[in-house]
């Protein structure tokens, strides 16, 4: 299935009207935040390429960000960073993070489709979440790229304060090179001390 507004379309069907797409990046990194983004796409948005970030390439993102935040009626970002990650775990962290990107919409949004599976207990609103939705909805797709720049450009900004670890190509994800740059330095200050292999490593 191709990213459209159909699920989108169904909802103002049944009488919402502002309908935020969420989608998340950086669940599975073993350093810096997780990021969350919520869009409002008005159905008259026309976004020629938008899909799921992952399968868009650097620039591709970058330029369709660009467009994303010139069109959206609203969106917003929440931002959860290693410390909380650590103290609170991945997946609250991430719902956290749902919950600060939705409250930081300039509209109150009628309904939410989230993409994923697991059901979020934080969001009071009405809601649907949907498996692999940034592959399939437009809002989600849009909000998925919003998240994912975010996080990129912060993850390049720490790879200037911690060059050792080559952040600003990996973004934090456990690449060979990165768990060498680890285990040959230590964990860094961005570092999730309760993602393995970092929790078994020596400090800096």
């Known amino acids: 299935m191709a990213v459209s507004f159909r699920y989108e379309s169904r909802l103002k069907k049944r009488g919402f009207k502002l309908i935020a797409g969420i989608d998340e990046a950086g669940r599975g ?54 410390k909380d990650i650590d103290r609170i775990n ?15 919409l300039e ?35 849009a909000a998925s790229i919003i998240a994912k720049v975010t996080r990129d450009r912060m993850m390049k900004s720490f790879d200037k304060e911690y060059p050792r670890y080559g952040f600003g190509r990996h973004m934090g994800y456990a690449t060979k090179k990165h768990v060498r740059a680890l285990r040959k330095y230590g964990p860094s200050p961005i570092h999730r001390r309760s993602f393995e292999p970092v929790a078994s490593m020596r400090t800096c």
């Open 107 to 141: 509209v109150t949004p009628d309904y939410l489709i989230i993409d994923g599976k697991r059901r979020i207990k934080t969001l009071d609103f009405p809601r649907q979440m949907i498996p692999s939705g940034d592959s399939m909805s437009s809002s989600i797709a």
């Open 29 to 82: 990194p073993l350093a810096g935040p997780v990021v969350a983004a919520a869009v409002i796409l008005p159905s008259s948005a026309r976004i020629k390429g938008l899909n799921d970030s992952k399968k868009l390439t650097p620039g591709k993102r970058e330029r369709l960000y660009s467009q994303i935040i010139k069109k959206a009626t609203s969106f917003g970002i929440g931002i959860v960073n290693e």
């Open 90 to 104: 991945i997946l609250n962290a991430t719902h956290l993070a749902m919950r600060h990107a939705v409250q930081r």
